[in-house]
């Protein structure tokens, strides 16, 4: 599926936290909802019906299996039959820079080509819903530095990951060598973005030209090697401005920027406020809504 045009509201745009879960219920279906991607990774268990979702291919997703969208992967959900649903947003920069990478491997296949659905044990479809549960509630906490809750939200969110995980098969299908340029290009980003990386250093670690890179990245998922890049560093910009008491020039250096004014020119542009401003604003208020699968 090539991208989709417009991109629907965003991490950024809704101000979205690092981890957000939110429950959700749906009667019957209506018109089939238009193709998005999102900057961040998008995992949905079903508990209830079942839904239909196009995503490289048309899935039918069922009571007890659960939907696997990688950033930057176009989807859109065809229609749902009295389903009921956790879905879990998270950003994969901030998650690998805390030693999460391993625990991402489901969505990668799912990038190189795997089935997008994975069917969860029965004996586990408690534990799954009793752990979104609680990163539900805790992402409605306040936030603040020495709360705690960046720690809890990362564990819970590893534990489900490891779930879904024990539960993926690791089989992968053919992809393009255009497919499999834009996986590993997205794949290195969110391991390196947070350090020294231009797009001409992804385009080298993928054995391609700046120029091929970018086309491909842009004509799969909307946006350039550049803005995923600034995405993921916007990403843990915000999950340190929630969590952390350190200074703003401290967090410029962490996620990647050398010039605290350069960082806060480029948060602005994608916040619309300043740093300070956006942690203030956001300290205590309830987690956004990572938006439609």
């Known amino acids: 599926m090539r991208h989709p045009g417009p991109v629907a509201r965003d991490s950024e745009a809704a101000g979205q936290r690092p981890v957000v879960a939110s429950r959700r219920t749906t009667c019957e279906g209506g018109p089939a909802r238009s193709a998005v991607t999102h900057t961040y990774a998008v995992l949905v268990f079903l508990t209830a019906g079942r839904a239909r979702v196009e995503q490289r291919g048309e899935w039918t997703v069922r009571e007890g299996e659960a939907l696997l969208v990688p950033a930057g992967e176009a989807h859109r959900t065809l229609d749902s039959h009295r389903s009921q649903s956790w879905t879990l947003a998270f950003s994969a920069p901030s998650f690998v820079a805390h030693g999460g990478a391993s625990f991402l491997e489901p969505f990668e296949r799912v990038r190189d080509g795997a089935a997008a659905v994975v069917e969860i044990p029965s004996a586990r479809h408690r534990l799954l819903d009793a752990l979104f549960g609680e990163l539900e509630t805790v992402g409605r906490e306040p936030r603040g530095p020495g709360r705690g809750l960046d720690a809890i939200e990362r564990s819970l969110l590893t534990l489900i990951l490891a779930e879904v995980g024990r539960a993926a098969l690791p089989a992968v299908a053919g992809a393009s060598a255009g497919g499999v340029v834009v996986s590993r290009a997205l794949r290195f980003i969110e391991r390196h973005c947070l350090g020294p990386l231009t797009p001409r250093d992804v385009a080298a670690a993928v054995g391609r030209s700046a120029a091929y890179v970018t086309a491909a990245l842009t004509r799969a998922t909307g946006r350039s090697a550049g803005k995923w890049i600034v995405s993921g560093r916007m990403a843990e910009a915000r999950r340190l401005l929630l969590h952390s008491p350190e200074r ?45 699968a």
């Open 248 to 292: 703003v020039d401290l967090i410029a250096e962490r996620v990647g920027y050398a010039d605290v004014t350069h960082f806060s020119r480029m948060f602005r542009r994608e916040h619309g406020v300043s740093p300070t401003a956006w942690r203030r604003a956001n300290a205590r208020t309830g987690p956004g809504d990572p938006g439609e």
